[in-house]
């Protein structure tokens, strides 16, 4: 079973390729800009995923070096996935900046952890350079613990000895997402929720509107009904209605358009509910149920008769090769 934020994360990308992606309503709802059109969204996706093995399966190790090193990329892909929470807020304008994120505890006190070992272990003033502090690894903190010593100017470069618990670190860290991501799902539950309403307004204008406007409104709430065919563009669907009644067979491409048009508003209304549900549970116990059970014999124990071939929807190709 995933964890929470990483199934959090799944549904955002859901929303993005399905909707964010596809239709213009959703994308005016954000801060769609040229940017976004690079679709970087993607990267910041395929980041998370490599990060998140990083933080999600940290590994301790009696050799120092190893444990240095394993503590730095913690360290480093949690200030990653920071920056990226905070990208995704631009993007889905939820008017949260760095400011706001600094009164966050579960983002500021493991961001510290990490500038002051990682990024600035030597800190100066920018004008005089004057030594603000200088923070050293240390390695008495066992497989539990971070742990550094720290000499800073306000404390008149006395030693400090800090330490904490990489648990804590990591529990912290899951926190933050699971807001963060919490805060970007309402704000796609709310888009969602008015393009639905749209969708309604299409389906209940179906039988009413003339074919011109039925294909006016499409364009506008629901275009992906003309990248579902590659015939069903505009202007070959207004050539052919014209023709309705020249042939049966054009009477039954529009019909065909109908169908088309109706099952996909309701596939994806029916998709969008899917798309909220929580994660259903599973018990670990369930999950490494064996599914069949498998015998191992000598081909010289079984006879002709007992060899049975399978019966699948290869099966006619199957008696081919026989």
């Known amino acids: 079973m995933k964890e929470d934020f990483e ?3 799944e549904q955002i990308k859901n929303v993005w390729n399905q909707f964010i992606w596809e239709y213009d309503f959703c994308k005016k709802e954000i801060k769609f800009d040229f940017e976004a059109r690079t679709n970087y969204f993607g990267d910041i996706f395929g980041y998370f995923l490599d990060t998140n093995v990083i933080i999600l399966q940290y590994s301790n190790s009696e050799s120092n070096s190893i444990r240095f090193s394993n503590q730095i990329s913690l360290l480093q892909s949690i200030y990653v996935q920071q920056d990226f929470i905070e990208e995704l807020l631009r993007l889905f304008k939820l008017r949260i900046n760095k400011g706001d994120l600094k009164k966050d505890p579960n983002y500021t006190i493991n961001r510290n952890i990490r500038n002051e070992l990682v990024g600035h272990p030597i ?3 920018n004008g005089n350079g004057e030594l603000i502090s200088s923070c050293l690894f240390g390695y008495n903190g066992g497989d539990s613990k971070i742990t550094y010593l720290k000499y800073h100017r306000e404390n008149n470069f006395k030693f400090e000895s800090m330490e904490f618990l990489i648990s804590e670190i990591i ?3 899951k926190e933050f ?4 991501f919490d805060k970007i799902l309402n704000k796609l539950k709310r888009i969602l929720s008015k393009f639905i309403k749209k969708i ?3 389906e209940s204008l179906i039988e009413n509107k003339s074919f011109n406007e039925i294909l006016n409104i499409s364009e506008v709430f629901f275009e992906s009904i003309f990248e579902s065919d590659y015939i069903y563009d505009k202007d070959s669907l207004l050539i052919i209605y014209s023709k309705k009644n020249d042939h049966l067979r054009y009477q039954n491409f529009i019909d065909r358009f109908y169908r088309d048009l109706k099952t996909g508003l309701k596939e994806i209304k029916e998709y969008v509910k899917e798309l909220f549900e929580p994660q259903s549970p599973r ?3 369930e999950a490494e149920k064996t599914i069949f059970k498998i ?3 000598e081909a010289s124990e079984l006879s002709p008769e007992k060899i049975e071939l399978p019966i699948t929807y290869h ?8």
């Open 123 to 125: 800190r100066r003033e």
């Open 171 to 173: 529990s912290r860290h």
């Open 177 to 180: 997402l699971n807001y963060y």
């Open 283 to 285: 018990s670990k116990t």
């Open 315 to 322: 099966y006619e190709l199957g008696k081919l090769a026989i």
């Open 200 to 202: 309604d307004t299409l």
């Open 295 to 297: 015998e191992f014999v």
């Open 7 to 9: 199934y959090k994360l």
